[in-house]
T-cell receptor
């Protein structure tokens, strides 16, 4: 089955700087790659997603890139703000069965 | 976006007992999923529940321990049976409408004592 690896497990960046989180996946049949943000005591919330027919997608300060050949995808957050502090999960989904498999998560700390 | 309600939000249970978690969606959805999230950990898929068919369980999870019901397109339950302290975790329901984003409930924080 699909396996998603995520790095780093913890990331601290100065407010205003950029943060990058990287993931790899194992199953070349995966074609949907969402990123979720989870705040304490809440369920995960989708922040951006990308499909395998697209190499990059941007939404304001957040961008995701996908390299299908290398099976890598990354989340980029620019101009980080205190409210960006949370746990971020990458995930992958294979169309044929639709279940979403999550990476282990990255705890992002934005330092004042 | 659709609203997904999960209850209870938290519970403290005695070992050996069972707890049923309910998940209600405000629109009809085909696929519902149940996840477990242990403290500080990622989300692990327990099973996929489609209406009108038996749930499909992931490796390491069995129906006797985690029976699931899916009586209609807006509702599902997960029961954690014969609980032990190792079952202490957050349980989350989720749904997708086709090949779109997955929405999550707020989770049920279960503590087994």
């Amino acid at each position: 089955g699909e396996n998603v690896e995520q790095h780093p497990s913890t990331l601290s960046v100065q407010e205003g700087d950029s943060a990058v989180i990287k993931c790899t996946y194992s199953d070349s049949a995966s074609n949907y790659f969402p990123w979720y943000k989870q705040e304490l005591g809440k369920g995960p919330q989708l922040i951006i997603d990308i499909r395998s027919n697209v190499g990059e997608k941007k939404d304001q300060r957040i961008a995701v890139t996908l390299n299908k050949t290398a099976k890598h995808f990354s989340l980029h957050i620019t101009e980080t703000q205190p409210e960006d502090s949370a746990v971020y999960f990458c995930a992958a989904s294979i169309r044929r069965d639709d279940k979403i498999i999550f990476g282990k998560g990255t705890r992002l700390h934005i330092l004042p | 976006s659709a609203v997904i309600s999960q209850k209870p939000s938290r519970d403290i249970c005695q070992r050996g007992t069972s707890l049923t978690i309910q998940c209600q969606v405000d629109s009809q959805v085909t696929m519902m999923f149940w996840y477990r999230q242990q403290p500080g950990q990622s989300l692990t898929l327990i099973a996929t529940a489609n209406q009108g068919s038996e749930a499909t369980y992931e490796s390491g999870f069995v129906i006797d321990k985690f029976p699931i019901s899916r009586p209609n397109l807006t509702f599902s339950t997960l029961t954690v049976s014969n609980m032990s302290p190792e079952d202490s975790s957050i349980y989350l329901c989720s749904f997708r409408t086709g090949h779109t984003e997955a929405f999550f409930g707020q989770g049920t924080r279960l503590t087994v004592v």
